[in-house]
């Protein structure tokens, strides 16, 4: 099993060091594994695409698609506090997980999740109609302000386009922040995405294939080419080394995030990154 960077009372301590004692325009990120981030920015804090559980595991052990954990978990959702936005770009369990948003609900409690407006029903079900009070739903090109963040849905074809799969572009500061979601290109993608100014993409590269049977996303050097293409001062590639039968290696990201003179960071679950 990869072991993490940095994980639990470590990696809780790096978090709090940063909410004490970083500098108020700083943009700090830490990859919490598949397609979780958590970012700071002046002592508020924004969770992508959370899923810190082994319930997927659970649910496919005895089945034809086992879901093999890769990377030992970062940190139990139910230590997460102090988080004030939380995203779900999409239904699937790895971006909407019962097992880590009850947690880290009750640790946070003033959280909000923002997701996709068609996906709300879907959500109280999923994670009791209490909780429905703190969504935040958002259609495609509707924007909502929560504490230092301002999120705007973009588009997203996990696939195929649909109301149902999202990204965020995220406004903090003076930075932007670019959650694709799970995605493969569509047409109009890079344009729209071009008028934002992306300083930070953060980009599947797992790919697709056929046999997984799943929805596939971008690969890695298709993941490198759209960061250039819309002009994105830095790209993290995600969603990768969660799973046995669905990941990839980071190798043809970084080739071609070299060729292309495209500045990337590749971290491990749990590091802590800033942007320059």
Same mark, same amino acid.
């Given at each position: 099993?990869?072991?993490?960077? %940095? *994980?639990?009372?470590?990696?809780?301590?790096? @978090? !709090?060091?940063?909410?004490?004692?970083?500098?108020?325009?700083? /943009?700090?990120?830490?990859?919490?594994?598949?397609?979780?981030?958590?970012?700071?920015?002046?002592?508020?804090? +924004?969770?992508?695409?959370?899923?810190?559980?082994?319930?997927?595991?659970?649910?496919?052990?005895?089945?034809?698609?086992?879901?093999?954990? &890769?990377?030992?978990?970062?940190?139990?959702?139910?230590?997460?506090?102090?988080?004030?936005?939380?995203?779900?770009?999409?239904?699937?369990?790895?971006?909407?997980?019962?097992?880590?948003?009850?947690?880290?609900?009750?640790?946070?409690? %003033?959280?909000?999740?923002? &997701?996709?407006?068609?996906?709300?029903?879907?959500?109280?079900?999923?994670?009791?109609?209490?909780? =429905? /009070?703190?969504? !935040?739903?958002?259609?495609?090109?509707? =924007?909502?302000? &929560?504490?230092?963040?301002?999120?705007? *849905?973009?588009?997203? *074809?996990?696939?195929?386009?649909?109301?149902?799969? !999202?990204?965020?572009? @995220?406004?903090?500061? #003076?930075? $932007?922040?670019?959650?694709?979601?799970?995605? &493969?290109?569509?047409?109009?993608?890079?344009?729209?995405?071009?008028?934002?100014?992306?300083?930070?993409?953060?980009?599947?590269?797992?790919?697709?294939?056929?046999?997984? $049977?799943?929805?596939?996303?971008?690969?890695?050097?298709?993941?490198?080419? +759209?960061?250039? *293409?819309?002009?994105?001062?830095?790209?993290?590639?995600?969603?990768?080394?969660?799973?046995?039968?669905?990941?990839? #290696?980071?190798?043809?990201?970084?080739?071609?995030? =070299?060729?292309?003179?495209?500045?990337?960071?590749?971290?491990?679950?749990?590091?802590?990154?800033?942007?320059?």
């Amino acid at each position: 099993m990869i072991i993490p960077h %940095q *994980a639990d009372d470590v990696f809780l301590a790096d @978090v !709090a060091r940063v909410r004490a004692h970083g500098a108020p325009d700083r /943009l700090t990120l830490w990859w919490l594994g598949q397609s979780g981030f958590l970012v700071g920015y002046g002592g508020e804090f +924004l969770l992508f695409d959370p899923y810190l559980s082994d319930s997927l595991t659970q649910k496919y052990a005895a089945t034809d698609k086992p879901h093999v954990r &890769l990377t030992a978990r970062v940190v139990d959702p139910a230590r997460l506090d102090g988080v004030s936005v939380v995203t779900s770009t999409h239904t699937h369990t790895d971006h909407l997980d019962r097992e880590t948003l009850l947690p880290l609900f009750s640790a946070s409690p %003033q959280a909000r999740l923002v &997701l996709p407006r068609v996906n709300v029903d879907f959500a109280a079900q999923r994670l009791g109609e209490d909780h =429905r /009070l703190r969504f !935040a739903p958002l259609a495609e090109g509707e =924007r909502v302000t &929560l504490g230092a963040f301002t999120l705007e *849905a973009v588009p997203a *074809a996990h696939e195929e386009r649909r109301p149902d799969y !999202a990204g965020f572009v @995220v406004s903090v500061g #003076s930075h $932007r922040i670019y959650h694709s979601g799970d995605t &493969l290109l569509f047409p109009g993608m890079e344009e729209r995405l071009r008028t934002f100014k992306i300083d930070l993409a953060l980009l599947p590269i797992n790919g697709r294939a056929p046999e997984r $049977r799943v929805a596939g996303n971008l690969n890695g050097p298709e993941a490198a080419r +759209l960061a250039h *293409a819309i002009g994105a001062r830095w790209v993290v590639p995600c969603h990768y080394d969660m799973f046995a039968f669905n990941t990839a #290696s980071p190798a043809a990201f970084i080739a071609e995030c =070299r060729s292309l003179g495209q500045p990337h960071a590749v971290l491990r679950a749990g590091e802590r990154w800033e942007l320059p």
